[in-house]
């Protein structure tokens, strides 16, 4: 069986019919693919060698108030959510669970696993990290749940302003990637490896989810 990159999010047999219908299947589907975002994310902060942009701006945080991570995490994406009301954007299951989830498995990788010495080791667990956070993401994105308020924001901001999707993704990752670098938060080379494949990691992970769910 031959694996591509797939250019879309495959039509799953858990894939829901609206934002809230939810099965015992999709329910275990959503919060392994969420679990395994926050682990991936997780494993970038423990590297020690630079996060991804969001982990950046709540590490920045939690490094100045002494708050942890995790809860740093679920804040920020709490917030994000609020300003999904003025642009009339509607939340599902997903959305919700995203908040919870993600924050406390990324709180919990990094309670759990210490920081190795060597940079090789280093470099690995920020690949093994961007891997997994592209796995995690092509099962909860399949689940059709709704989608995490960062990319409930993306995408509401495309339909209001216009503007090409991925420069609006561009454009926020970068403002919080600055905020996050201003206040102390780690920007380095996982950062990079993060940004320039985890696009990539996504849509390896949802080639092999559509080849192994293909009728």
């Not at 689940?143 to 991925?166: E, I, K, N, Q, S």
């Not at 206040?183 to 380095?188: F, K, N, T």
Request: charged letters at 10%; proline letters at 5%; aromatic letters at 10%.
């Amino acid at each position: 069986m031959r694996f591509r990159l797939s250019r879309t999010i495959p039509h799953t047999p858990w894939r829901a019919e609206n934002t809230w219908s939810l099965s015992p299947q999709r329910f275990t589907i959503l919060i392994i693919g969420l679990a395994l975002f926050g682990i991936g994310d997780g494993l970038l902060v423990v590297a020690h060698i630079g996060n991804a942009p969001w982990s950046v701006l709540a590490q920045g945080l939690s490094l100045r108030t002494n708050v942890a991570l995790g809860w740093w995490t679920f804040f920020i994406s709490t917030i994000v959510l609020l300003i999904w009301i003025p642009l009339r954007e509607k939340p599902g299951f997903g959305t919700v669970a995203n908040i919870v989830v993600i924050a406390t498995f990324i709180q919990l990788t990094v309670n759990l696993l210490p920081t190795p010495s060597a940079i090789w080791s280093q470099l690995a667990l920020s690949i093994i990290g961007v891997i997994t956070v592209g796995a995690g993401s092509a099962l909860y994105l399949t689940c059709g749940l709704g989608p995490g308020p960062r990319d409930g924001l993306m995408t509401a901001l495309h339909y209001r302003t216009g503007l090409p999707v991925g420069r609006v993704r561009l454009f926020i990752e970068l403002v919080v990637l600055s905020l996050g670098w201003a206040l102390g938060g780690r920007v380095g080379i996982g950062t990079l490896l993060f940004a320039l494949f985890i696009g990539i990691s996504i849509a390896f992970w949802l080639g092999i989810v559509g080849r192994l769910t293909a009728r």
